[in-house]
């Protein structure tokens, strides 16, 4: 049976900020399932900043998507039709699926990884949330770059982020001896206190961040997790104590720049100091992705972590959705639901 | 016996570029040498590029030398008179004595160390270049910051400079696959080659320092020793291997500048690479400088290592030579030399 796919695709690589109009919507027939083959409804799309990076046009860890290629994405997605012993119809999945509606596979792993099965008894969009990228990006991070240490004094920035937030709340549950949030208003910032818990919250947009964080630790920061990277990086040298561990996992503050912005001026503070900045992805972990996942979830599901989603509605709304990010709009992870369930 | 000591004192701060004028020449009578006391006449006097941060009135690893302070230099000198049982007349030490011509100590350790016997046979101005604190600050950040391993691609800036030279040549000898240093000059890059034995030298005054990173290492860096910062850090992490190290031992580039200059426009390699960039200062190893001095001795004395020192002469001549780092002028170690040994 034949379907129509709605996908969207990228037009133009963005100068400076990333546009709505960058991308374009176009359809596409799919004539039906052949023999081996999986069709994937996608339900939910995911969000991330990194995506950014993939659309410039330099070497990076992934190459670039191409100009006139779906937009690459991970999402959530259901079997809708199958001609593939390993999958049945209702089966849900998730994977490099793509902001389009539907994703045709003859299920083998991909470049970008194959389809994998959503557990069952989670809620599908949780494996794009704190059971996926992010949320394993934030548990390598603590764990496995600078592994954090019993009565460490921890910051992270993005903190009411899908990353930030995951990774503030794992440092608690690990035995950090305090944790501060950075996040952009007091919504945020009252979700950093009230929801996960954390010892302090650091509005950007109101407060003087280096004030801040050097009346919320002074003695200096141990471990600063560090999502955004530009000025608060460059606070947070400041503020670090000596021998202090920055582990660098993104810099949102630059993705959408025309050119890379100036780097921290601070950065001698890294010999003052004597600190180690380390930076990582999460592909060098994925191994581990077992271990990571089984503890994220157990988190989740007895409330030690609190997760949020913000999910935004409507396969036309998703290049609108994506620009969220940018804008500092989202509390938690980003996603979209585009279709629902069987 | 009164003698008379001249000093050179802290007279201004300096702002932005250090100047002569930020010294200035005074004279103190020594009545004297009382019971216990140690009277020693200086006879090198070291120069390094940490010293400029000395004089900035700012929170760092030491405290920042005082107005009217005599500046603070680590030297070597020779014992004139001595009413303390530890220290012969004759004698040859090494300490923090500071630029002046006379240094009276009752001979306990100061904040900044106390006196230490020159060791029988080596040449008194070898304590303060190889054998000295920025022979020994290459020695650590070779072997134990991010310890150098067989067959890595080593990239050294700096690299005619006392520690930048050393650092290259125990990279060399501790079996890396490859040493390139970077300099200014035909001079300097000539002096990399045939003296110190590298395998490649880049001139950054008359080249283009990212093409030549490239084409010296088209698989990119493993362990990039820094001595400057600034734009040359900016393009060694583009030069980076992935899960490439850096070893940040200083940034002379920027130690003059009025405010702190731009950092580097492409921190985000770090994510994208999974570099490891680790800051450190020599206080922290001096635990281990037995076996760093031990080592250096032997290379230096077999020629395994080349040692270069720039020794100008007169006291008068003090702030001039000082000023020589930061003009690029010297290859190898700076000293300068204000009396002769009895």
Redesign the interface.
């Known amino acids: 049976m034949p379907y129509t796919n709605r996908q969207w695709r990228l037009a133009t690589r963005p100068v400076g900020m990333v546009k709505e109009s960058d991308f374009e919507l176009a359809r596409e027939e799919i004539p039906g399932v052949a023999d081996g083959e999986v069709l994937v409804r996608n339900l939910f799309l995911a969000f991330e900043p990194a995506q950014r990076?993939w659309l410039d046009d330099v070497k990076?860890?992934i190459p670039p998507v191409q100009i006139g290629e779906v937009m690459r994405a991970s999402a959530v997605g259901q079997v809708v039709e199958s001609k593939n012993p390993e999958f049945a119809e209702g089966q849900l999945v998730s994977g490099m699926l793509g902001w389009q509606e539907y994703f045709l596979t003859d299920g083998t792993p991909g470049p970008f990884g194959g389809l994998s099965r959503v557990p069952d008894g989670v809620p599908p969009q949780r494996v794009l949330s704190v059971l996926g990228g992010t949320g394993m990006t934030a548990y390598f991070g603590i764990h496995d770059v600078h592994p954090v240490k019993e009565g460490d004094n921890v910051l992270v920035s993005g903190a009411a982020g899908a990353t930030g937030s995951v990774a503030a709340q794992i440092a608690r549950i690990r035995g950090a001896g305090k944790v501060v949030g950075i996040a952009g208003g007091p919504d945020k910032c009252r979700w950093l206190l009230e929801e996960a818990k954390l010892d302090g919250a650091i509005d950007y947009k109101n407060e003087d961040v280096l004030k801040r964080m050097r009346e919320e630790f002074p003695n200096g920061v141990d471990l600063y997790f560090d999502n955004v990277?530009g000025d608060i990086?460059?606070a947070a040298l400041l503020a670090m104590a000596?021998h202090g561990r920055v582990t660098?996992?993104?810099?949102i503050s630059?993705y959408n720049a025309e050119?890379?912005?100036?780097?921290?001026?601070?950065?001698?503070?890294?010999?003052?100091?004597?600190?180690?900045?380390?930076?990582?992805?999460l592909f060098?972990h994925i191994a581990n992705a077992g271990q990571a996942i089984a503890d994220l979830a157990a988190w989740s599901a007895s409330g030690e972590i609190a997760v949020e989603e913000d999910i935004q509605e409507g396969f036309e709304n998703t290049p609108k959705t994506f620009l969220r990010l940018f804008e500092g709009k989202n509390l938690g992870k980003q996603l979209i639901k585009i279709a629902d369930a069987l």
Chains 1, 2 share one sequence.
């Open positions: 990076g990076s860890y990277g990086l460059d000596e660098m996992c993104g810099g630059g050119k890379p912005p100036p780097g921290p001026s601070n950065i001698m503070q890294v010999v003052i100091k004597r600190l180690t900045l380390r930076g990582f992805i060098d």
